[in-house]
């Protein structure tokens, strides 16, 4: 058995490759590289460059890898502020790519798929931490597209009997702990990829978007997730289904959260760098405080997040910007 990986040279997408590759899996990726990075797919993967909505492309891939039972699907645009702008390219490439995705699964009958959903899916929460079964009203195209592709995966399910699993990951943050991948994202708009290109010299500064939010020291609070984590989620997700299982979403988060103010202490304590950091106005869309209730995942799929202490995971992300600054430099 294989697994087609969908965005295998991304920045969730490679650690899940590499995770899986250490663990003796056949693994087949798939990516246009359009925000991805050849050098951070694991060498032992098989690669093959293209879009997952050119379905003859794809027949192809299935065609040439027959033992692929299974895909992990991680491809599609993420950025909230550029969806605000463009949503017709985020329903063009994440909704209307899982479509054509579908229609080749379902021709050539591979029917399980594990995906990235979204805390965005949930818009502004109405209580923390958030469960899976609490109201998705999101407040972005970004959040709406996703949901849309949740929405899309049960009737596809109910129609052509297509299981799927559904992980909507709260923020995730990390790298590789011996720093040979890590997020290389152009234009970079996450907290603590921006917090530690300050501290590498990369970046003079870092804003702080609003400090009057609803929250104990008016910074937005979050939850973070080592993408190890995520992969180690991932594969008994795919585990889940081939046991028979019926499709479901699970949260991904460590249920504790952390405000930017925080982040930027422990990021200086981590690196040592003072960080210089300034005030500025609140970034629209931010919602006050995203936590997750994970504990869906930790007793039906058996989950266990390594890496449940901030320190550690600042850590891992340091050492791989302190020794790629520039990240993969191949574009
Ligand atoms: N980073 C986060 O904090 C976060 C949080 C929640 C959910 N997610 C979701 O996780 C997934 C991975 O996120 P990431 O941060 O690794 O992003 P990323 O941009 O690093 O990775 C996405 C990968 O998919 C590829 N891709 C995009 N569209 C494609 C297409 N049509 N055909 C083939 N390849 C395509 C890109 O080249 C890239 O390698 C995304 O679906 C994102 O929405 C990310
Ligand atoms: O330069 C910056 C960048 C971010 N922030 C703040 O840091 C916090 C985290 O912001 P990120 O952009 O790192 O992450 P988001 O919470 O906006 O979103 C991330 O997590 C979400 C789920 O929680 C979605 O999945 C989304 O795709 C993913 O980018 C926010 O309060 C943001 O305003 C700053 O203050 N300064």
Same mark, same amino acid.
Request: charged share 30%; net charge negative.
């Given at each position: 058995m294989a697994i087609l990986v969908l965005g295998g040279a991304g920045y969730i997408g490679s650690h899940t490759? %590499?995770?899986?590759?250490?663990?003796?899996?056949?693994?087949v990726v798939v990516d246009s590289l359009v925000t991805g990075h050849r050098a951070a797919? $694991?060498?032992k993967a098989k690669f093959y460059q293209g879009d997952i =909505?050119?379905?003859?492309?794809?027949? @192809?891939?299935?065609?040439? #890898?027959?033992?692929? @039972? =299974?895909? *992990?699907?991680?491809?599609?645009?993420?950025?909230?502020?550029?969806?605000?702008? /463009?949503?017709?390219?985020?329903? @063009? #490439? $994440?909704t209307s790519g899982m479509i054509? +995705?579908?229609?080749?699964? #379902?021709?050539?009958?591979?029917?399980? *798929?594990?995906?990235? !959903? &979204?805390?965005?899916t949930y818009g502004i929460p109405e209580q923390v931490p958030i469960k899976e079964s609490d109201p998705q009203q999101p407040i972005n195209p970004y959040?709406?597209?996703? +949901?849309?592709?949740?929405?899309i995966m049960r009737w596809s399910d109910q129609a052509y009997g297509i299981k799927f699993i559904a992980l909507r990951y709260f923020n995730v943050a990390g790298a590789k702990p011996d720093g040979s991948i890590g997020e290389d994202h152009n234009p970079e708009t996450h907290l603590l990829p921006i917090v530690l290109q300050v501290a590498a010299g990369t970046r003079e500064k870092l804003q702080i978007f609003g400090d009057d939010y609803d929250t104990p020291d008016g910074t937005n609070v979050r939850d973070y997730v080592h993408?190890?984590?995520?992969? %180690?989620?991932? *594969? +008994? =997700?795919?585990?889940?289904?081939?046991?028979?299982?019926?499709s479901t979403a699970f949260n991904l988060g460590s249920?504790?959260?952390?405000? #930017?103010m925080e982040i930027l202490k422990a990021a200086r304590e981590v690196t040592g760098k003072p960080i210089p950091a300034e005030l500025a106005?609140?970034?629209?869309? %931010?919602?006050? &405080? +995203?936590?997750?209730? !994970?504990?869906?995942?930790?007793?039906?799929?058996?989950?266990?997040?390594?890496?449940?202490?901030?320190? /550690? *995971?600042?850590?891992?992300?340091? /050492?791989?910007? =302190? &020794?790629?600054? $520039?990240?993969?430099? @191949?574009?």
């Open positions: 490759v %590499d995770r899986l590759v250490d663990r003796g899996v056949d693994v797919v $694991n060498s =909505a050119d379905q003859p492309f794809m027949r @192809d891939v299935f065609k040439e #890898n027959p033992a692929i @039972d =299974a895909v *992990i699907h991680f491809a599609a645009f993420s950025l909230v502020a550029e969806s605000m702008k /463009k949503p017709l390219k985020y329903f @063009d #490439n $994440n054509k +995705l579908l229609e080749v699964m #379902n021709e050539v009958g591979v029917k399980k *798929i594990v995906f990235s !959903s &979204t805390a965005a959040g709406e597209s996703k +949901l849309m592709m949740e929405k993408p190890f984590d995520l992969a %180690d989620a991932h *594969i +008994l =997700a795919v585990d889940y289904l081939r046991q028979g299982h019926d249920s504790t959260g952390f405000s #930017n106005p609140r970034r629209p869309g %931010d919602p006050d &405080t +995203l936590i997750a209730a !994970s504990d869906k995942a930790r007793k039906v799929l058996g989950w266990k997040p390594q890496f449940d202490d901030i320190h /550690k *995971i600042i850590e891992t992300a340091w /050492k791989w910007h =302190a &020794t790629h600054p $520039n990240g993969y430099q @191949d574009r």
